[in-house]
């Protein structure tokens, strides 16, 4: 029960250490395209949703454009992901400075995420 909790205390603070938006006076903008592109070889192998083993409510729907939405409390929260240096990255904004950065390990149908030592099991969704 205690790595539940943890991941939802995890993914809480992500959402509000990665909700605050620079303002800034500059008119260009930051991000030329509503989405980012992926740097992975195949990203099509993570693209889906992920429901948390055992929480149905707990999951994180990638998808190929590179938004997310992800959702372990309360409303769903879009976000954006990419693969940088082998791990999967998470932030709320494509102009945000914050993101968070998971080892990942994919197997089959199988996404096990690692936070901290604690392995999270994902597993995916048929639809």
Same mark, same amino acid.
């Given at each position: ?36 592109? &992926? ?6 192998? &993570? ?17 190929s ?10 409303e769903? &929260? ?5 693969i940088?240096e082998?791990? &999967?990255?998470?932030k ?14 994919l197997?089959?149908?199988v ?17």
């Amino acid at each position: 029960m205690l790595p539940k909790h943890s991941f939802v205390i995890f993914f809480l603070l992500i959402t509000v250490l990665t909700s605050f938006k620079n303002i800034t006076d500059d008119k260009q903008s930051i991000a030329t395209s509503k989405y980012i592109i &992926l740097n992975i070889d195949d990203p099509g192998r &993570l693209v889906g949703k992920w429901m948390m083993e055992g929480d149905p409510e707990t999951y994180i729907d990638l998808r190929s454009n590179g938004t997310a939405i992800e959702k372990s409390i309360g409303e769903p &929260l879009e976000r954006y992901w990419s693969i940088k240096e082998k791990k &999967l990255c998470l932030k709320a904004s494509l102009t945000s400075d914050s993101e968070v950065c998971l080892e990942y390990v994919l197997e089959q149908d199988v996404l096990i995420l690692t936070i901290n030592e604690m392995r999270l099991q994902y597993i995916r969704a048929k639809e």
